[in-house]
């Protein structure tokens, strides 16, 4: 039972490998339209050599490029060459790789294995003889944190930062023991590292237990040997080999190993391998590219520059990266547009219609016709193309009443019955009024239009009915929804074909041109969409209103198609499709659109007066290269979010930047760049999206090679945050890319500068006040010194007056007014009132001015009358003064100086304290200096006696305390004599 089993399934297995063999080489599957594009990258834009060893796509999105003409970096708009910098002495790149924890490895072909650590490449620990495993082949991480290298002289593995040979040698393999040798490349699965070394084997290790014997998978055929291999993530085994075999293996090196065989020439010298992440099998060497998916194989060798192929890696993007040693490097990438390939007859050429008729497509382009089925594979043998001669200009095929129409330059028109598979009909060109044919519209009432060079055409059940003579060349026709049949004129705008005349709209008035591109029906309304080249308009016979279509792309409008929801406007170098709510109503703000183009797969430029299809979701499209297929029910969305990072910042004041997301900057900077780059590669449409905020009212938008270097001058002091993402073709925004930038201010720029300002000006304004007060002060006490004099002068001289007369009392108010000051000096008075005293005492005999001479200067005793004309000195003095009022109190010495202490003196009989204080001074110093004076009729007293009068005078004539003073300042002069 078990035995019968056993052959069941190997049955089974058998059977399913012819199924797949036979399925993968029959040529019908070979798939006629492709969904890739291919950019190539080579000497002419910015590689130096033109070839490439590997490529491969780091996680931070950087794609980088090594070879012989050493390693760059590519950021999506520019190279940049790494060899030579940063490390990186060897300028022979040989292949390239990253572990799991984001370390970039470089394998050299001459100095090794190179990692980057930081912005600096290092390389681990090398013990072995010199040059051992200098020349990396590849590079493959095990669980175990090894990276494993394949080498020019075998493999290693590289563990805690050194390298160590993995000896082959030590090994038997089959009872021989094994030849070290070349290792191109490794694959790694559950811990079992599969690699592909020169003999042509598979050596498979046991990277758990590395002293295990390894297992040798060979045996691929006469003069066939392994190039390359993967264990795929369902442990699949693909190899490929030097000639043009694919081996698919299951349980390799074990008893139940089984093996499937993909033959073909694209399969060739086969030299790496890859799985993506859908579990696609992509295979690259030296004829081509293919693919194995879902048990189906795809041969992709059609595609441009797709040979002499070396390493393929898949990005974020699930586009392919592949180095070539003829080319460069080659980008594949999935576009939205397929392309029909591999039809010498349309790829490369102008298009000018496609219908689908009865499950066929029919395509007339400038030289043929051309018959599809529904997967694109060409139909050879049909009577179309069998009866219409190679070299006849197609313009248009419709289809209508079970008929397929063709019309054609100069060969007339074509009726096609497909029941019959017959030419049912051809009417010669020779029939109308002009040869070429250009539009055709098959009208509900079962009626063909033909529009022509100079005519419309009328065909009815076969038969040419009518010539309807418009005098110029009609570019389209169209059956509105109410049933008319129009005509778009090449410079006569807009005619209605009635029974046998025509008639021009009346709306032709507002259109910018009279040449009609395309007339379209609005699906929701009786309104026409019109093409007059660049402008678009709506609107009907009475009026219409131009459009404001996008600013997408250039060239005119060629064809419109329309849906309840969307406008998809043809324009020549690309397809938009516009909200026709939002396009009617002009709302500029709201509007939504998608723009496809060359980028997207599109051929090439949209001809004008040519005629694309339209069913449903799905557009085909002619274009000057070919046919563009374009579904937007299973369109190619880009889902990975683009990548961005800020490459570089350069400052002005040469600070450099650590690669932080906080930058302190210098409160003297001027110019702040930033180096951006998005790293997003599937289409022209990705922008970047920046803001400065702080700085920027709003974030600014662009395409990223317009947007690489953006600078900041005269940033004020404070906190500024930089924000920065990518937005892909499918409106999908990436990750944003923050950094905070905080800027010091400089002393002007603080709180404290307008305090200082402020306050500096206060000092100033104090300053320039005080100097000016300072001046006018001095010229004040200036003025005063000059009063003073004055006062001094005028008040000497008065006094010298009044002694003049009497030459015994000469000096003497001047010698009153110093003892009068000495006295004030103990009696402890300031300064200004010493002044004053001094003052008031040289002018206390002023009085004695009305006095007559003959009564002051009298030698003899004075009669008691006389005596009185004296005594009244001293009322007349203070008459004298009392209007003197700059010095106060001037007049109390002229009145009061012979007032008594006791009350018994003259003019007023003051007592005590009463007298004023100056004028019981006076009284003091005026006694003293007449009895120390010689008189006319005695000499002067000694000073003993004239202390003793004093003495005498304490209480009676004097102030007590005055004369006390006054007798020791006597007394002073004495012991100073």
């Known amino acids: 039972m078990q035995k019968k089993s056993l052959i069941l399934i190997l049955l089974i297995s058998l059977l399913a490998v012819f199924m797949f063999i036979s399925k993968s080489t029959k040529a019908e599957d070979i798939k006629q339209i492709t969904p890739y594009e291919v950019d190539v990258y080579s000497s002419d834009n910015g590689i130096p050599t033109g070839e490439a060893n590997a490529v491969f796509q780091t996680s931070d999105g950087y794609v980088w490029i090594g070879g012989y003409g050493g390693l760059q970096k590519y950021d999506g708009v520019s190279f940049e060459l790494i060899s030579g910098t940063m490390g990186l002495s060897s300028h022979n790149i040989r292949s390239l790789y990253q572990d799991k924890n984001g370390i970039f490895w470089v394998g050299s072909n001459d100095q090794g294995a190179f990692y980057l650590d930081g912005n600096e490449f290092k390389q681990p620990e090398q013990d072995l003889e010199l040059n051992k495993h200098s020349s990396i082949r590849c590079f493959m991480e095990d669980s175990f944190d090894r990276i494993w290298i394949g080498t020019y002289d075998g493999i290693a593995y590289i563990e805690n930062n050194k390298v160590i040979n993995y000896n082959l040698e030590q090994f038997s393999i089959d009872g021989n023991p094994y030849r070290n040798s070349t290792f191109y490349t490794l694959s790694l699965k559950d811990d079992y590292l599969y690699g592909v070394d020169y003999n042509g084997n598979v050596v498979i290790i046991n990277t758990k237990n590395i002293s295990e014997t390894p297992i040798i998978v060979k045996d691929f055929g006469a003069s066939t040997y392994a190039y390359s291999a993967l264990m795929s993530s369902d442990s699949t085994l693909y190899v490929g080999t030097s000639s043009n075999k694919l081996f698919i293996i299951k349980n390799p090196g074990k008893e139940n190993e089984t093996r499937t065989t993909i033959e073909n020439e694209v399969l060739r010298e086969t030299n790496h391998i890859i799985e993506t992440e859908s579990h696609e099998i992509w295979i690259c060497g030296a004829n081509g590219l293919s693919m194995i998916n879902g048990g189906e194989f795809y041969d992709y060798s059609y595609l441009k520059y797709t040979s002499n192929l070396e390493k393929i890696t898949e990005d974020y993007e699930h586009n392919l990266w592949i180095a070539s040693s003829k080319y460069g490097v080659i980008h594949v990438r999935k576009t939205k547009i397929m392309k029909v390939a591999n039809v010498d007859e349309i790829e490369d050429k102008e298009t000018y219609t496609i219908s689908k008729y009865q499950n066929r497509y029919y395509v007339g382009s400038e030289d043929n ?132 005349t025509y008639v021009p709209f009346e709306s032709n008035k507002d259109l910018s041109s009279g040449v009609i591109l395309r007339i379209k029906n609005d699906t929701n309304s009786n309104n026409l969409f019109v093409s007059c080249g660049y402008d678009t308009y709506y609107g009907t016979s009475s009026s219409f209103t131009k459009l404001n279509i996008p600013e997408y792309g250039s060239g005119s409008v060629v064809d419109f198609f329309a849906d309840n929801e969307s406008l998809w406007v043809f324009r020549a170098s690309g397809i938009i499709k516009i909200s026709k709510e939002e396009l009617i109503n002009n709302d500029k703000e709201h509007i939504k659109t998608n723009y496809f183009a060359r980028y997207d797969g599109l051929p090439g430029p949209l001809i004008a007066n040519s005629f694309s299809f339209h069913e449903g979701t799905l557009f085909i499209i002619c274009t000057t290269n070919g046919i563009g297929i374009f579904d937007e029910a299973t369109i190619y969305k880009n889902n990975a979010k683009p990548k961005v990072q800020v490459k570089s910042m350069t400052f002005s004041d040469g600070q450099e930047w650590d690669g932080t997301d906080t930058v302190k900057l210098d409160k003297n900077l001027s110019k702040l760049s930033i180096t951006l780059a998005a790293l997003s590669f599937t289409g022209e449409d990705t922008r970047a999206e920046y803001w400065l905020e702080g700085f920027d009212t709003e974030p600014k938008m662009g395409a990223i090679a317009d947007q690489r270097t953006i600078e900041y001058t005269n940033l004020g002091p404070g906190t500024y945050v930089f924000h920065f993402r990518a937005l892909n073709s499918d409106n999908l925004y990436g990750d944003e890319i923050v950094i905070t930038f905080i800027k010091s201010p400089k002393f002007q720029e603080t709180i404290w500068f307008p305090l200082t300002i ?27 010194e000059e009063y003073k004099k004055i006062t001094d002068e005028t008040i000497a001289t008065i006094s010298g007056a009044i002694d003049a007369k009497d030459p015994y009392t000469e000096g003497h108010s001047k010698r009153v007014a110093d003892f009068s000051v000495k006295i004030g000096q103990k009696l402890g008075l300031n300064e200004e009132d010493l002044e004053r005293l001094y003052y008031i005492a040289l002018l206390h005999d002023i009085g004695k001015i009305g006095v007559p001479d003959d009564i002051l200067k009298k030698p003899a005793r004075l009669t008691d009358e006389e005596f009185e004309t004296i005594k009244r000195h001293t009322v007349a003095g203070g008459d004298i003064l009392k209007n003197f009022t700059m010095l106060k109190g001037v007049d109390e010495g002229a009145k009061y100086h012979h007032e008594r202490y006791d009350g018994s003196g003259y003019c007023y009989g003051l007592k005590g304290e009463d007298i004023p204080l100056f004028a019981r001074i006076i009284s003091v110093a005026d006694a003293y200096d007449a009895m120390n004076s010689s008189r006319c009729y005695r000499k002067a007293l000694d000073i003993d006696i004239i202390k003793s009068e004093l003495e005498k005078g304490k209480g009676r004539q004097f102030d007590p305390k005055l004369a006390d003073i006054a007798i020791s300042l006597l007394n002073e002069e004495k012991q100073n004599a």
């Open 369 to 500: 016709i051309l018959v599809f089925d529904e997967n694109w594979n060409k139909i050879e043998d049909n009577p179309l193309s069998n009866a219409i001669n190679p070299g006849t200009h197609v313009h248009h095929i419709v289809s209508g009443g079970g008929k397929l129409y063709v019309g054609t330059h100069y060969k007339g028109l074509y009726i096609y019955d497909g029941e019959t598979d017959t030419i049912d009909v051809n009417i010669p060109a020779t029939e109308f009024s002009d040869q070429r044919i250009r539009c055709l519209l098959y009208s509900s009432d079962n009626k063909l239009y033909i529009g022509t060079g100079k005519a419309v055409e009328v065909v009815e059940n076969g038969v040419h009915v009518k010539t309807i003579d418009t005098g110029t060349m009609i570019l389209c026709l169209n059956e509105t929804n109410d049933g008319k049949i129009i005509a778009g004129t090449n410079g006569k705008g807009i005619y209605e074909i009635k029974e046998d």
């Open 758 to 784: 402020m306050i500096i000006a206060a000092v100033a304004t104090f300053l320039i006040f005080f100097i000016i007060a300072r001046v006018r002060i001095k010229r004040i006490e200036k003025k005063e």
